[in-house]
């Protein structure tokens, strides 16, 4: 995620990874002492844009690496953005509240002596356009000296009576600080990356660009899947917009306006339904031994943990995606290929205030029912306070969506989250009549579930979409095959 964000590690994002404006500008205009502007970061691998929720520092606050300085509302979550260098905050450029801020745009300015923040009182958006920016920023350490690509930023040289030092010579840290090239650094404001969760190779530790351009290249490849549905855009006509229908004088309403979220989520879904072929499965499953299993379970537990039945289905998903792995694959387009994982990585659906979030069980197959059941609390709780970093929540195998807390739910079916090939839609639990000869009245009752599996046919055929079910039917049935 981004290099400024507090929840680590940062993230996983291939579009990052395209050249975008510099987020910061080192300052020499002779009519302001050295500064440095601050854009505003790319915290998600889709943002483009964002909202500016808050901010924590105001005007000659000191500011520290790792403090956050503000909260901004990227497309799926609210999250902190944290500094990664020491000064005085001088200028805001952009007021809290403000919407639609393109990535990269002037937000603020900071300078390193906090004399100078007076000087920044009539500092304005257009001043920081006119900020010189001529010399590239060389990398300090390495073999061989070389010049920033085309899309790092310049620095301007100082004046020659300034009594400041060029950053960009400067190798002396504050106690605490992350040791960093400032290449190295600005590349990590650029691509959304926190220095604390890189390790330097240069000297004394001190991060370096090689060291950016690694942890960049372990993070493309882990998320590769994921970009070429979360990075790429589908090529459709443009719908032909809806006139708004005229309202009666008498008419009483509220109009709430579309959050970035929310229209990511409408964007994302209509996405899904137009370019899926999906079909649903769906099942009747006998829940009776699980809720034994569950209730033997949390009997003896003496308060250490306590497994839920959604608990329970999370491994029982992972069971049947080992058994039919087709139903735990990513459609590919662009790559041209049906990605098969061994690993099972389930989307827990959460609904939170501002939308639905996915959470995610990474490596669930792995993972004893304790471990999943605290971590999907954990994850759960961040989510409602907007508190998931991106990998948290964006990429996963498979999908789980559970409405079994509402009663009223008796089936129900869910679209599918691509490049992903199948969600589960889990309804309640309810009582069923099956014939019982050894019951008084030739009939017991049974709590059963349904379960509906919507699946992505291009990477899972029908019958196969049945032989999942099949498979999920018999560990959920039998729910000592977990243990197998």
């Known amino acids: 995620m981004s290099a400024l964000l507090r929840t680590v590690p940062r993230f996983t994002r291939t579009s990052l990874v395209t050249s975008q404006l510099r987020l910061q500008l080192r300052g020499y205009a002779s009519s302001y002492p050295p500064h440095t502007i601050i854009g505003m970061p790319a915290l998600s691998p889709t943002m483009s844009q964002g909202n500016l929720a808050a901010w924590t520092k105001k005007i000659g606050d000191q500011l520290a690496p790792g403090e956050v300085i503000a909260e901004i509302e990227t497309d799926k979550a609210q999250m902190d953005f944290e500094f990664q260098d020491d000064g005085y905050l001088a200028k805001i450029l952009v007021p809290e509240g403000t919407k639609d801020i393109p990535v990269n745009k002037p937000i603020a300015v900071y300078v390193e002596d906090a004399a100078d923040v007076p000087a920044f009182k009539d500092f304005t958006v257009k001043d920081s356009k006119s900020t010189p920016a001529s010399e590239s920023v060389k990398e300090e350490s390495g073999p061989a000296t070389k010049s920033a690509p085309e899309t790092s930023p310049k620095v301007a040289k100082p004046d020659s009576g300034s009594s400041k030092k060029d950053v960009s ?42 060291d950016i351009e690694k942890f960049l290249e372990t993070q493309q490849e882990s998320s590769s899947a994921t970009s070429s549905s979360t990075g790429a855009t589908v090529t459709q006509a443009a719908p032909t917009p809806v006139p708004t229908p005229s309202v009666s004088a008498a008419a009483s309403y509220e109009d709430v306006p579309i959050t970035t979220m929310r229209q990511i989520i409408a964007d994302r879904l209509l996405q899904s339904t137009n370019t899926t072929p999906s079909y649903i499965v769906s099942s009747d499953i006998s829940v009776s031994k699980l809720l034994k299993l569950r209730q ?19 491994k029982a998903i992972t069971v049947a995606a080992k058994r039919v792995p087709d139903a735990n694959s990513y459609w590919l387009a662009n790559e041209k290929v049906i990605r098969k994982f061994k690993n099972v990585d389930v989307s827990v659906a ?51 969506s559970n409405l079994g807390m509402n009663s009223a739910v008796s089936m129900f079916t869910s679209i599918i989250n691509l490049p992903q090939s199948t969600i589960l839609a889990i309804a309640t639990i309810k009582k069923v009549a099956i014939p019982d000869a050894t019951a008084e009245h030739g009939f017991s009752f ?7 599996g919507t699946f992505d046919h291009r990477t899972i055929d029908g019958a196969k979409g049945g032989d999942f079910m099949k498979e999920l039917k018999q560990v959920i049935e039998n729910p000592l095959e977990l243990l197998l």
């Not at 220095?195 to 991060?207: D, F, H, Q, S, Y």
């Not at 003496?302 to 289905?313: G, T, V």
């Open 296 to 314: 033997s379970l949390n009997a003896t537990a003496q308060e250490k943990y306590k497994i839920s039945i959604n608990d329970i289905l999370i």
């Open 446 to 452: 049974d709590d059963q579930v349904t379960i509906t």
């Open 350 to 400: 959460v609904a939170t205030p501002t939308g639905l979030l996915t959470p995610i069980v990474k490596n669930a197959e792995s993972k004893g029912l304790v471990e999943i059941s605290n971590e999907v609390k954990e994850l759960a709780k961040r989510a409602k306070i907007n508190k998931l970093a991106p990998e948290e929540f964006q990429g996963g195998t498979i999908c789980i």
């Open 169 to 210: 010579t400067s190798t002396v840290s504050h106690a605490g600080r992350v040791f960093a090239s400032p290449l190295a650094k600005t590349l990590a404001l650029e691509h959304g990356i926190a220095l604390k969760n890189v390790t330097g190779t240069g000297p004394n530790g001190r991060i370096i660009k090689n």
